[in-house]
């Protein structure tokens, strides 16, 4: 799967997976920046039901889904998308991917990554099928020289040497390009942030109030 039907530039759609445990400005901020520069139709925000490459999250699922809810309600061009909370089991990407290729047939779709989690992409299930169905768009600061690749596992440099392209192959084929961007990121974690909360230090203009709010009402992290 290479170009749409008709070769044209499309509207992307953005894919951002997480245990959202909780969600915070680190999570949001960056996906704007990478919605806007590739003009992408949304950025659909997928909780995880169970990661399979970490912990067991910290709090249920049906929370961190009100939390994502919450989180994104006042930005139009994210989504809320639920799929792996429904589905069961681990929350595998590239089951994801192919659910969402068959939704979207005639869009790309863009896997979008830290930096961190490209460099252990090479542990996911099924890793190499992730371009069959999406591009990939790795973010990391704009004063982060990732372009210097000798301290990349050997597999990912090859993976992303062999496919990497620029920002405009990315509106117009549907999937298998990988893109570097710099963006704004955060040093914001979800693991400071539950260790603030236990320790009954402030969280404000860490993550949106709402999911503040929600936090205390539910007295989560504590």
């Known amino acids: 799967m290479a170009a749409p039907d008709n070769s044209s530039t499309l509207m992307p ?39 399979p490459h970490r912990d067991r999250p910290a709090t249920s699922a049906r929370l961190r889904q009100q939390m994502v809810a919450l989180a994104i309600a006042s930005e139009p061009l994210f989504v809320l998308d639920k799929r792996e909370l429904q589905r069961g089991g681990p929350s595998y990407m590239v089951d994801t991917l192919k659910s969402l290729r068959l939704d979207f047939p005639q869009q790309p779709l863009c896997l979008l990554l830290g930096m961190d989690a490209f460099m252990g992409i090479n542990q996911w299930y099924h890793w190499q099928e992730l371009l069959d169905y999406a591009h990939i768009i790795v973010s990391q600061r704009p004063d982060t020289d990732f372009e210097h690749q000798q301290n990349w596992p050997e597999e990912v440099r090859q993976f992303y040497q062999s496919n990497k392209a620029d920002t405009g192959a990315i509106n117009a084929l549907l999937c298998g390009k990988i893109s570097l961007q710099a963006v704004t990121q955060l040093a914001i974690s979800a693991t400071d942030i539950r260790n603030r909360l236990k320790n009954n230090q402030s969280v404000r203009y860490l993550m949106p109030d709402s999911v503040i709010n929600l936090i205390k009402y539910e007295k989560l992290y504590i």
């Open 13 to 51: 759609i953005g894919i951002y997976g997480g245990t959202f445990d909780p969600i915070h400005y680190g999570h949001l901020r960056p996906n704007l920046e990478l919605c806007e520069r590739f003009n992408m139709r949304e950025v659909r925000f997928i909780p995880a039901l169970l990661p």
